[in-house]
T-cell receptor, first 111, second 118 residues
């Protein structure tokens, strides 16, 4: 089966750095996505990792270790607008382009 | 350019009724997927359609059905509504990820249709 675990909630301070972890178990791994979702809005794409290593995109970076079934999303220079739910999602090989999502990590950025 | 559009944005139904939700993908995207998101949870896969063919189905009862039209828009139908069907229904479109291709196959989500079943 497939299973994705991430913390339910996290709190961080404006201007700080926060790391959101995600562990997964899946057959036929074919990429890991991070999405951001503000309350009442659609998820928006943040990053994609299919090979081991770090992908950096501005204030956001995402890391993947396939052997450990582990990823993290790193947010630097936190801003109040970063308060949102962060969804880790895994894609498996196959004809279906479906993503298996974790429950999401609700990040609260405090002044 | 227009993103993924869904209608209606909000609707209220009673148990036993049926509902039809509609989705228009981003221009050029031939794949449409439907997800159900219950409050406090991540989205759960319901269906994927590509070129009007069903590519995959999640663990949902037969009360859930969908189809894709020649213009790649899609409908999700839910019959005999239950209280537990109350959720945000998200439609997502994507380019198929080709082997060796540069696109990631990422999903572009619409704003969703929030269904409340009373």
């Amino acid at each position: 089966g497939q299973n994705i675990d991430q913390p339910t909630e996290m709190t961080a301070t404006e201007g700080a750095i926060v790391q959101i972890n995600c562990t997964y178990q899946t057959s036929g791994f074919n990429g890991l996505f991070w999405y951001q979702q503000h309350a009442g809005e659609a998820p928006t794409f943040l990053s994609y990792n299919v090979l081991d290593g770090l992908e950096e995109k501005g204030r956001f970076s995402s890391f993947l270790s396939r052997s450990k079934g582990y990823s993290y999303l790193l947010l630097k220079e936190l801003q109040m607008k970063d308060s949102a739910s962060y969804l880790c999602a895994v894609k498996s090989w196959g004809a279906t382009n479906k993503l298996i999502f974790g429950t999401g990590t609700l990040l609260a950025v405090q002044p | 350019d227009a993103g993924v559009t869904q209608s209606p944005t909000h609707l209220i139904k009673t148990r036993g009724q049926h509902v039809t939700l509609r989705c228009s993908p981003i221009s050029g995207h031939k794949s449409v997927s439907w997800y159900q998101q219950v409050l406090g949870q991540g989205p759960q896969f319901i269906f994927q359609y590509y070129e009007k063919e069903e590519r995959g189905r999640g663990n949902f009862p037969d009360r859930f059905s969908a189809r894709q039209f020649p213009n790649y828009s899609s409908e999700l139908n839910v019959n005999a509504l239950l209280l537990g069907d109350s959720a945000l229904y998200l439609c997502a479109s994507s380019l198929e990820r080709l082997a060796g291709g540069s696109n990631t196959g990422e999903l572009f989500f619409g704003e969703g249709s929030r269904l409340t079943v009373l």
